[in-house]
């Protein structure tokens, strides 16, 4: 069973075998955690991401799934992208938030990988409610088959609703 660490600060920081990126479809950088993941590991990560939608991601990576790149410049191994769900007050899309981290860890565990970060997937302009997204991800590792998964979360706010989930 996993030890879990919450952290407040940058996730691209963070010394870990894997750092998870909240992507979009393209896989081609945008804003947010995954911005901020193409910029600081550097054009490496971008051209796997090419390969890839050159590939079996020509449509897109769909939500929910996980893939792996080099972290390129990062302190990590590599990073794991996963596209997270749109929140949506009328439809119940938990199962796909749940989908992203365990995919996620799927393919941390397929790569050997002993640890892993993870950001606050959808809550930014996905707009999935903390409190939600914190349960969602705290049961999708609870049993998770890694030794460190750790939540790293960019402002107080979100880091105080996840300390307590």
Known sequence: MATIEHVLGDITAQDVDVIVNAANSSLLGGGGVDGAIHRRGGPEILA???????????????????????????????????????????????????ACHRNSLRVAAELGATSIAFPAISTGVYRWPVGSAAEIAHRAVADAEIDLVRFVLFDRATYEVFTRS
């Open 48 to 98: 796997e991401c090419r390969e890839l939608r050159a590939g079996h991601y020509g449509g897109g990576l769909p939500t929910g799934q996980a893939v792996a790149t080099t972290a390129g410049r990062l302190g990590a191994r590599w990073v794991v992208h996963t596209v997270g769900p749109v929140w949506s007050d009328t439809e119940d899309r938990a199962h796909l938030l749940e």
